[in-house]
């Protein structure tokens, strides 16, 4: 038998977040053009790397 208080007990389980979830523009405005421009030369590199 299941009281009242064992089942609150078990909904709380989870935290909420302190903060809510970023929305997509956040992480579109972080991103800056020598970001994009470092991960383009890297991704060259690796896809043009020596073949052995």
């Known amino acids: 038998m299941t ?7 078990s909904e ?9 979830l970023t929305g997509p523009r956040r ?8 970001y994009v421009a470092n991960g383009l030369i890297g ?3 690796a896809a043009t790397g020596p073949s052995r």
């Open 12 to 20: 709380a389980r989870f935290e909420r977040p302190p903060r809510r």
């Open 27 to 34: 992480p579109l405005r972080d991103v800056e053009l020598h």
């Open 3 to 9: 009281t009242t208080t064992d089942r609150v007990q």
């Open 43 to 45: 991704l060259i590199f």
